[in-house]
């Protein structure tokens, strides 16, 4: 394993943004995770954690060392007629372990088909698409401190798994390597088609398979998001808001078709379509702009990673003096 000086991380980001790490390493095992983290101690350097970049602003220049997990190892852990459970490495890539499990008969990842980024990134921020979140599945999560390279097992339960949010971004946020994920899936083909437009095909077309509900899901989301190799991007930039009854009450005398969806005490409200209403699809800030079809996505065409959080302040204060709403990035900065 080669540990790099000014390693170009312009193909390490969806956003295209050229960067540079200071130092950057692909370790594949536990005993090369300890190879760079003596590295970095002797040269007294933070330890960063990057996966396909899916889901960060980069900086200009990222200081440090910059870890790349490579380990792609899947494994059964248990199984009986009815479920298994798997242990995958953080680095397998999401969308090849969602057919993975597919092709081998164990469901439950369908809806999350086609999220860009690795295995070892997915309990970072729960990631969810389609009514279905990866904490639904997970049992447990593997990984390392950085500190001192001291191994740790958490449960599931123990992750404080919330929407978009993980303690991993919590209280051990920039301190740990997730070095694999523990997985249980069913045998039974049970589908979730809650969402809209999975519901009308469902209708249609009579209820999917699991493997065909995941070709639904490639299908819609192809014609919906930009491909981030054509148009540089990082999914939705914004999380969808959740609202005080008070406020969504306000909301919705003035916006009496604003789509809004109840959670006990608050109400989820769409933020690409607050920002559609303003007028803001298509429109561009420098070279960040709102995708034409989805305003809930920042396409980034050659600015750097000031520039897209440029941008998206500026929608967030659009958005707040109209709405009162502060909306919460999703991407976060990698420095
Ligand atoms: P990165 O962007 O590399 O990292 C994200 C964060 O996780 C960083 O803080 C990083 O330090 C940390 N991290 C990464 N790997 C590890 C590890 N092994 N150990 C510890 N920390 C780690 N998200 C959804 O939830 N639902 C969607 O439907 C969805 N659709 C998307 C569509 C597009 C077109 C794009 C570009 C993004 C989309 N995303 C979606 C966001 C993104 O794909 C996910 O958040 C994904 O899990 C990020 O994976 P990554 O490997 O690229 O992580
Ligand atoms: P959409 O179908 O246009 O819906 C807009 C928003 O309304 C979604 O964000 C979704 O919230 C919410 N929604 C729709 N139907 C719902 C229902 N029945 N119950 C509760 N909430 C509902 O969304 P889209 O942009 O095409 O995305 C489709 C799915 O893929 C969504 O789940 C979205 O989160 C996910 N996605 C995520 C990213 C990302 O980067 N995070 C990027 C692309 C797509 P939720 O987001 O809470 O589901």
């Known amino acids: 394993m080669k540990i790099e000086r000014q390693y170009s991380l ?7 943004v050229l960067s540079y790490a200071e130092y950057f390493a692909m370790p594949e095992n536990a005993s090369e995770i300890k190879d760079c983290l003596q590295f970095a101690q002797q040269k007294n350097l933070a330890v960063k954690v990057l996966g396909g970049g899916s889901n960060v602003v980069m900086a200009k220049l990222v200081e440090g060392l910059v870890l790349h997990y490579r380990d792609e190892s899947l494994q059964v852990v248990s199984e009986d007629h009815e479920k298994v459970t798997i242990e995958v490495g953080a680095g397998f890539q ?3 372990l ?3 499990t597919l092709k081998r008969g164990w469901f439950g990842l369908e809806n999350l088909a086609l999220i860009p980024g690795t295995v070892g990134a997915a309990p970072v921020q729960n990631i969810g698409a389609y009514g279905v979140e990866v904490k639904d599945f997970i049992t447990a999560v593997h990984g390392v401190y950085l500190k001192d390279g001291s191994q740790f097992k958490l449960l599931a339960d123990e992750c404080a798994f919330a929407y978009r949010e993980s303690i991993f971004k919590g209280d051990l946020d920039s301190q740990i390597l997730i070095t694999s994920v523990e997985f249980i899936l069913s045998k ?15 209708e249609q077309q ?4 699991p493997a065909v509900l995941a070709q639904w899901v490639v299908d819609v989301r192809s014609e919906k998001l930009p491909d981030p190799n054509v148009l540089p991007n990082a999914g939705s930039f914004f999380k969808n808001p959740l609202v005080s009854l008070v406020l969504f009450n306000k909301l919705i005398a003035l916006y009496p078709q604003m789509p809004n969806y109840p959670q006990g005490d608050v109400v989820k409200l769409p933020a690409g379509w607050l920002i559609d209403q303003l007028g803001l699809k298509g429109v561009a800030f420098g070279p960040v702009s709102v995708h034409k079809k989805q305003a809930l996505v920042l ?14 302040a500026e929608i967030k204060k659009r958005v707040l003096s109209a709405y009162e709403i502060q909306l919460e990035q999703e991407p976060r900065m990698f420095k």
């Open 94 to 96: 999401w969308h090849g």
């Open 206 to 209: 009579g209820l999917p398979t």
């Open 10 to 16: 312009k193909s390490l980001n969806t956003l295209g």
């Open 299 to 312: 396409i980034n065409q050659g600015g750097s990673g000031e520039q897209v959080m440029a941008a998206a």
């Open 188 to 202: 039974q083909k049970n589908v979730v088609v809650d969402y809209a437009p999975l519901k009308q095909m469902a």
């Open 98 to 100: 969602v057919m993975e």
